[in-house]
Nanobody, 130 residues
Framework: QVQLVESGGGSVQAGGSLRLSCVLY????????MAWFRQSPGKEREGVAA???????????WHADSVKGRFIISQDNAKKTVSLQMNTLKPDDTAMYYC????????????????????WGQGTQVTVSS
C-alpha cells in the first residue's frame, strides 16, 4: 500500500516563505520519481518541481521556469520525505499543491505530465495574499 501525505500549506503574504513536505509510505525496491504539482480553480494541474529519489543518495532535481530561483525541491531518503521550500511567494502561487510519485521503470515520460504519475497525495492549500 502506497500513500503520500503532504503537510506545510497555509496562508502567507507576498514575499513570504512556506515549506511543504511529503512523506512516502510504502516499500519501494527501485528509485522513485517524486514531483510537486499545483492546481488553482479553472486551471490545469501544473508541474512545479521534480526529483529522482535514488536508494543510494540524492538524485537530480528539476524546477519549472515559473518557480526557478524561488522554489527548491529536496529529499531526505532516511525519512522518505520530499520537501518543497517556497520563497518569495507571489499571489500567482496560490493553489492546491499535490505530491506525486512514480516508481522508476523502463521507458520515457514527460516530467510534468500528471498522467505519468501513479500515486498522489491529498493536497495542501497554499494561499498568498498581496
Amino acid at each position: 500500500q502506497v500513500q503520500l501525505v503532504e503537510s506545510g500549506g497555509g496562508s502567507v503574504q507576498a514575499g513570504g516563505s512556506l515549506r511543504l513536505s511529503c512523506v512516502l509510505y510504502g516499500d519501494f525496491t527501485r528509485s522513485v520519481w517524486m514531483a510537486w504539482f499545483r492546481q488553482s480553480p479553472g486551471k490545469e494541474r501544473e508541474g512545479v518541481a521534480a526529483i529522482l529519489m535514488l536508494n543510494g543518495g540524492p538524485g537530480n532535481s528539476w524546477h519549472a521556469d515559473s518557480v526557478k530561483g524561488r522554489f527548491i525541491i529536496s529529499q531526505d531518503n532516511a525519512k522518505k520525505t520530499v520537501s518543497l521550500q517556497m520563497n518569495t511567494l507571489k499571489p500567482d502561487d496560490t493553489a492546491m499543491y499535490y505530491c506525486a510519485a512514480r516508481p522508476n521503470r523502463d521507458g520515457t515520460f514527460q516530467l510534468y505530465n500528471a498522467a505519468a504519475y501513479d500515486y498522489w497525495g491529498q493536497g495542501t492549500q497554499v494561499t498568498v495574499s498581496s
